[in-house]
C-alpha cells in the first residue's frame, strides 16, 4: 500500500513539476507581448492604454510572477514540489483573498486582475479545488 502512495505522489509530483515549468515558459512569452503591447499602445495614447490593456498587463504580470517565483522554489537545494506547491498555494491564497481597500478604481481593477490571474494559476497546477475553498 505505502509502494502504491509514493509511486502515486511521484508521478503527482512530476506532473507538478511538468506544469509549472510548461506554465512558467508560457508566462513569460505571454508577458513580454502584453508588456509589448502596453508600451506600444501607450506611445499612441496613454489613457487609452492605460484603461484598455494595463488590466491584461497586470494579469500576465502576476501569472509571471506567481510560475516563476514558484519555479525558483521548486529548483532551490533546499526546495522541492511539496514546498513549491505549498508556496504557489499561499501566494496565490493572498491574492484571491486580498481585497482593495482604496476607493480608486484602478486599486479595484488591479486586484480584480490579479485574483483572475491567481486562480487562473490555481486551475492550470490542479490545484483549483484547495482555492475555491477561499474564494
Known amino acids: 500500500m505505502t509502494e502504491q502512495v509514493t509511486t502515486q505522489q511521484t508521478e503527482a509530483d512530476a506532473k507538478f513539476a511538468e506544469r509549472i515549468g510548461f506554465m ?27 484603461n484598455w490593456y494595463g488590466e491584461s498587463l497586470v494579469a500576465a504580470q502576476t501569472v509571471y510572477e506567481i510560475t516563476f517565483h514558484t519555479m525558483s522554489v521548486l529548483n532551490h537545494p533546499h526546495g522541492g514540489v511539496a514546498e513549491a506547491r505549498k508556496s504557489a498555494e499561499q501566494e496565490i491564497v493572498r491574492l484571491i483573498t486580498d481585497t482593495a481597500h482604496s476607493t480608486s478604481s484602478a486599486s479595484r481593477m488591479i486586484a480584480a486582475a490579479k485574483r483572475e490571474a491567481a486562480v487562473k494559476v490555481a486551475e492550470g497546477l490542479g490545484i483549483a479545488p484547495f482555492v475555491r475553498s477561499w474564494g
Open 24 to 50: 512558467a515558459s508560457a508566462a513569460d512569452l505571454g508577458f513580454s507581448r502584453a508588456k509589448e503591447d502596453f508600451e506600444n499602445r501607450f506611445v499612441e495614447n496613454p489613457e487609452q492604454a492605460i
